[in-house]
């Protein structure tokens, strides 16, 4: 899979790239991805709610009227959790949304996020490029110059750039992430993933 290559200014040059099969041209396996997002967003979760029951309500815990007589259901406890005060009958308590996921699959999973942007023409390559100072203006230069703008992207570099990534971080519709670090939801969440010509290398490197 050839891909036009846009030079550091934004603009398409006459050169391609190819796109390596093995990653950008399998068969998304849905079921792969499927797993490997849920597993994302479950362990961003902090587990932290929390509401209280009856043992841990503030109240008396006399008996409020006679067992019977009164005409009336029987009722024990103000701090019954169907009474208004009352305690949260079996109510979230805090927990580790955490499960493991073989390696294996979650490559599988990435390849297959790759190659589905692939097939929808939402990868982009960028030949390697370093901006001077840290000025977001000269970032929104470069995706106003590729089209992007007011789309998500996602941009993966080989390395750490201290400057590339100050000059993004500020905008909301941009994540800048090294190709150590991708995950299969940032990959799909992006309406278009921009990569850097030598991240092509260590991504085909990591996944297979």
């Known amino acids: 899979m050839k891909v036009s290559i846009y030079d550091s200014k934004g603009a398409v040059t006459a050169k391609t790239v190819d796109l390596p099969e093995s990653v950008f041209g399998i068969e998304p396996n849905n079921h792969a991805i499927y797993l490997d997002v849920k597993q994302h967003l479950a362990n961003r979760r902090q587990g932290t709610h929390k509401s209280k029951e009856r043992n841990e309500v503030a109240g008396s815990t006399k008996k409020l009227k006679r067992q019977k007589g009164t005409g009336g259901a029987r009722a024990g406890s103000a701090k019954s959790g169907t009474r208004v005060g009352g305690g949260r009958i079996f109510g979230p308590r805090?927990?580790?949304?955490?499960?493991?996921?073989?390696?294996?699959?979650?490559?599988l999973a990435r390849k297959s996020a790759f190659a589905f942007q692939a097939k929808n023409d939402n990868i982009a390559i960028i030949e390697d490029f370093n901006f001077n100072v840290a000025k977001t203006k000269d970032f929104k230069a470069l995706i106003a110059a590729m089209n992007l703008n007011d789309q998500k992207v996602l941009l993966i570099l080989p390395g750490s750039n201290d400057n590339v990534y100050l000059?993004?971080?500020?905008?909301?519709?941009?994540?800048?992430?090294?190709?150590?670090?991708?995950n299969t939801y940032?990959?799909?969440n992006a309406r278009k993933v921009v990569l850097v010509e030598s991240s092509v290398e260590k991504i085909e490197m990591i996944l297979n």
């Open 186 to 188: 940032d990959v799909l």
């Open 167 to 182: 000059a993004a971080r500020n905008l909301p519709k941009v994540k800048v992430v090294t190709t150590d670090s991708f």
């Open 94 to 107: 805090p927990r580790n949304y955490h499960f493991k996921l073989n390696v294996k699959l979650k490559r």
